[in-house]
Nanobody, 121 residues
Framework: QVQLVESGGGLVQPGGSLRLSCVAS????????MAWYRQAPGKQRELVAS???????NYADSVKGRFTISRDNAKNTVYLQMSSLKPEDTANYYC???????????????WGQGTQVTVSS
């Protein structure tokens, strides 16, 4: 059984920064790709960033240059460093354990409960 627990969300002004964390329970963390998704009210959940078991990363165009995904396999933790935040980044952010197929990230069945990020002045 895998559990994912996100933290680090909050209210931040435009231009500010936040660092999200996701701790995974269970074995095998280091062999799986991980990702961050977000979902704003009335919108579909979207892939924000993904990271391979050993470092390779991908980002949505909307966050490139502003967000950085990283992982610490010794701590079973994946991070999302968010900078230059915009109001349109407001959403509930979820981490996910998945797979890469044909170079694309495919979400797995394990999701956390999410952490709310609100960007507002």
């Amino acid at each position: 059984q895998v559990q994912l627990v996100e933290s680090g969300g909050g209210l931040v002004q435009p231009g500010g920064s936040l660092r999200l964390s996701c701790v995974a329970s269970g074995s095998g963390f280091s062999i799986y790709p991980m990702a961050w998704y977000r979902q704003a009210p009335g919108k579909q959940r979207e892939l924000v960033a993904s990271i391979a078991p050993i470092a390779g990363t991908n980002y949505a165009d909307s966050v490139k240059g502003r967000f950085t995904i990283s992982r610490d396999n010794a701590k079973n933790t994946v991070y999302l460093q968010m900078s230059s935040l915009k109001p349109e980044d407001t959403a509930n952010y979820y981490c996910n354990r998945g797979q890469y197929r044909s170079g694309a990230y495919n979400p797995g069945d394990y999701w956390g409960q999410g952490t709310q990020v609100t960007v507002s002045s």
